[in-house]
């Protein structure tokens, strides 16, 4: 049995603060992907000492980052999209410098009965709410996701077993968030964003394990706002996945959101999405 959890730490640094560490040692996930590290390499190692750690930071200082932890031999690494397309500069707007980095990185993890998993941390752009004033985030994000959907394509097709999970800032449908009525023209639930997750999954091939494992909802959400009672009633949106390839899909025997018992008790605003596979 394998476990991976997957969690957007909101900055490493605040999380261990708020007790990740404590909840590290009781899970005691096999394989951690995080994203939102916000911290350079030694930062990282350090509170990661006898994992292997593969990690992309992000070029702007105290954003994004992606990593990915584990217990298990890493047997290759491999740090974001350049390859699939250039950045995106549509309609005269300039791109944010570095807009591609902190945000995609894979590794092959040996497995202890031979073979390997490729696991990818992922974290996609959260886009504008107004992209009518803002247009650039909003560019932003659609040609990361073109780039994405390159990549899946071909992680998908291919006979290893492969796991893309993250915060992906969209919410498929509206089981998925709380307030779906008052969203439908926010970023994270805009029509030509959830376009892209039935891509993957339509045409892909891809399986959304959360779901597919979490029943019909509403729910269950994997972020809250820090602000008001949005915690405490539930009223989140479920943003972080875990997606598995079809040949991996079967492999997967559990996989639950685990959420922090009490407000006080969290230490990010994600909840962390823990799967187990039989491997």
């Not at 996609?124 to 040609?143: F, L, Q, R």
């Amino acid at each position: 049995m394998l476990t991976v959890a997957t969690a957007n730490v909101n900055g490493i640094r605040a999380a261990m603060r708020r007790g990740m560490d404590s909840w590290i040692a009781d899970r005691s996930p096999d394989v951690l992907l995080m994203q939102e590290v916000r911290a350079p390499d030694a930062v990282l190692d350090g509170f990661f000492d006898g994992w292997h750690v593969a990690h992309q930071a992000c070029d702007i200082k105290g954003r994004a980052g992606v990593a990915v932890a584990s217990r298990l031999p890493v047997h290759a690494v491999r740090v974001g999209l350049e390859a699939y397309g250039p950045r995106s500069s549509e309609g005269g707007c300039e791109p944010e410098p570095a807009v591609d980095t902190g945000r995609w990185v894979e590794a092959d993890v040996e497995l202890p009965g031979g073979g390997l998993l490729t696991v990818v941390s992922a974290y996609i752009h959260s886009g504008s709410t107004w992209p009518v004033d803002n247009p650039v985030k909003m560019v932003e994000k659609y040609a990361y996701l073109e780039k994405v959907t390159a990549r899946l394509a071909e992680l998908g097709s291919g006979p290893t077993p492969t796991l893309v999970a993250g915060d992906l800032n969209i919410a498929h449908h509206n089981v998925d968030i709380a307030n779906w009525k008052g969203n439908l023209k926010n970023a994270g639930f805009l029509p030509e964003e959830r376009a892209y997750l039935d891509r993957w999954f339509d045409e892909l091939g891809w399986t959304d394990l959360g779901r597919a494992h979490g029943g019909e909802g509403p729910g269950p959400y994997t972020w809250w706002s820090w602000r008001g009672q949005a915690y405490v009633n539930d009223k989140g949106w479920r943003i972080d996945y875990q997606l598995a390839n079809p040949a991996l899909a079967p492999r997967a025997l559990k996989v639950e959101v685990d959420r922090a018992p009490t407000y006080e008790e969290r230490w990010s605003d994600h909840a962390p999405l823990i799967a187990t596979y039989d491997l």
